[in-house]
């Protein structure tokens, strides 16, 4: 089985890459168990190993909470990249619909990591604002959507 390529890590060295995982701990999370809650203090930035971890964002819908999904991630994508960007508070709800693996890499480490080794960090910042990117597109085109929905409504 080929090892996991992560997005995050996109253009380095393996050395560097295994350097970096080695600063983390992995996670086993069961079907159903939730890895972040909306609002809660980003701390760890999560890579998922194997498995799926679904981003959500709670609602009310007719008067009844919903958890709406708003992206599935898989394996070798990044979670939680509000551990890297202030105000360090996760935006989104995340858990496993099935049995997952993550690897869990504290903010402080990773920090420290790129202050020696500030070419290493360019280049995660900058794979870390394609990531952010992705996810403005995809609310970009979840809000057209709803736009163009609300249009076709008050039109009838």
Same mark, same amino acid.
């Given at each position: 089985m080929?090892?996991?390529?992560y997005d995050?890590?996109?253009?380095?060295?393996?050395?560097?890459?295994?350097?970096?995982?080695?600063?983390?701990?992995?996670?086993?999370l069961h079907s159903g168990e939730q890895l972040i809650e909306l609002g809660a203090p980003a701390e760890e930035l999560y890579l998922v190993a194997h498995g799926q971890i679904n #981003?959500? #964002?709670?609602?009310?819908?007719?008067?009844?909470?919903?958890?709406?999904l708003v992206e599935e991630r898989t394996g070798g994508q990044t979670?939680?990249?509000?551990?890297?960007?202030p105000p360090y508070q &996760?935006?989104?709800?995340?858990?496993a619909p099935v049995e997952t693996e993550v690897i869990a890499l504290p903010r402080p480490a990773l920090e420290n990591y790129f202050a020696g080794h500030p070419?290493?960090?360019?280049?995660?910042?900058?794979?870390l604002a394609s990531v952010i990117?992705?996810?403005l597109q995809? &609310?970009?085109?979840m809000w057209l959507r709803e736009v163009a929905r609300m249009i076709e409504m008050r039109a009838a």
């Open positions: 080929s090892p996991v390529q995050l890590f996109q253009g380095l060295p393996n050395d560097c890459v295994e350097r970096m995982l080695a600063l983390g701990s992995r996670r086993t #981003l959500t #964002l709670p609602m009310q819908v007719r008067g009844q909470k919903a958890d709406v979670v939680g990249w509000s551990a890297l960007t &996760f935006t989104l709800q995340a858990s070419e290493i960090g360019h280049r995660v910042s900058l794979n990117g992705q996810r995809l &609310f970009q085109a």
